[in-house]
């Protein structure tokens, strides 16, 4: 009777242990929705953060405000405009076959549109991607109406080597 006794508290004991240690692992060490949404702003809080960077902000805004070289990819179909583009523009039923059709390496910023409700349902993996070794930004840009917090929860597999952030055209 007493081995028995001795065995349950030493069960109860192990149990409480590995509880702490797994409470502790969990605090310490986010996870991959939290760790995105830590990186992923939007795309005021993007600019007002490079105000420190003046040429890094003027170059940003360039690629998002003017006219630019570039590529763009719906539905399976590439047109290119320009020489060298520096932006692609997709949307997001489309973003997942930009591995598989020929995009130039001089793509420089990723504009990904989502021009319907479905397209928040669906995610989004960022590491079809790693094809454009001068990508340093991606931008979500939501025509429908979308929380911040539904736009980065899509969101999949962040590269810290780029910068993504977030607009929605239609607010809450």
């Known amino acids: 009777m007493m ?8 069960v ?5 242990i590995s509880a702490q240690a797994a409470a502790s692992a969990k605090r310490t060490a986010p996870s991959q929705s939290e760790s995105s949404e830590r990186t992923i702003v939007h795309l ?9 960077r003046a ?25 290119t405009y320009g020489d ?19 995009l130039p390496a001089t793509i420089e910023i990723v504009t990904v549109k989502f021009k319907n409700q479905n397209d928040l349902t669906k995610p989004l993996n960022l590491s079809v991607l790693s094809a454009f070794p001068r990508l340093r930004y991606v931008y979500l ?32």
Do not use: H
């Open 3 to 10: 081995r028995m006794l001795l065995l349950l508290v030493f």
């Open 12 to 16: 109860f004991s192990a149990m409480d």
């Open 44 to 52: 005021d809080q993007f600019l007002s953060g490079l105000q420190n």
């Open 55 to 79: 040429s890094e902000s003027t170059y940003v805004k360039g690629l998002l405000y003017d006219v630019q070289p570039s590529a763009y990819l719906e539905a399976g179909s590439v047109k």
């Open 84 to 102: 060298n583009p520096t932006n692609l523009f997709t949307d997001a039923s489309s973003f997942a076959g930009i591995g598989s059709v020929q």
């Open 141 to 172: 840009l939501s025509e429908v109406k979308a929380t911040g917090g539904q736009i980065v929860s899509i969101v999949k597999n962040v590269d810290p080597r780029y910068s993504v952030f977030y607009n929605s055209l239609i607010s809450q």
